[in-house]
């Protein structure tokens, strides 16, 4: 069992940058893939990026890519997402996600959920 917390989401304009940070409880971060999803109001929720427990290679999504990165320092249990050039179309509850020993960019093959940190794109 692992326990996830994100911080750092906020209210931001257009074109600026915001990281989010997700610590993980437990030994054993380092065998887990880690992953950020994002929701807005009346969708569906839609893979961001994730960063592999192997070899910690990473995997973005078609909307993020170029403008969003996913790093992780294994020592203190925790992965980042850095948000840059924000649109207001960013805007949504973004989740952290673990699965361990596995990769994958379906929200089904998550078992482990933090509770969702509000990130506010203005116009």
């Known amino acids: 069992q692992v326990q996830l917390v994100e911080s750092g989401g906020g209210l931001v304009q257009a074109g600026g940058s915001l990281r989010l940070s997700c610590v993980a409880s437990?030994?054993?971060?380092?065998?887990?893939?880690m992953a950020w999803f994002r929701q807005a109001p009346g969708k569906e929720r839609e893979f961001v990026a994730a960063s592999s427990w192997s070899r910690g290679s990473t995997t973005d999504g078609d909307s993020v890519k170029g403008r969003f990165t996913i790093s992780r320092d294994n020592a203190k249990n925790t992965v980042y997402l850095q948000m840059n050039t924000l649109k207001p179309e960013d805007t949504a509850v973004y989740y952290c996600?673990?699965?361990?020993?596995?990769?994958?960019?379906?929200?089904?093959?998550?078992?482990?959920w933090g509770q969702g940190t509000q990130v506010t794109v203005s116009s």
């Open positions: 996600a673990a699965v361990k020993f596995a990769i994958s960019t379906g929200d089904r093959d998550y078992p482990y």
């Open positions: 437990g030994r054993t971060f380092s065998t887990y893939t």
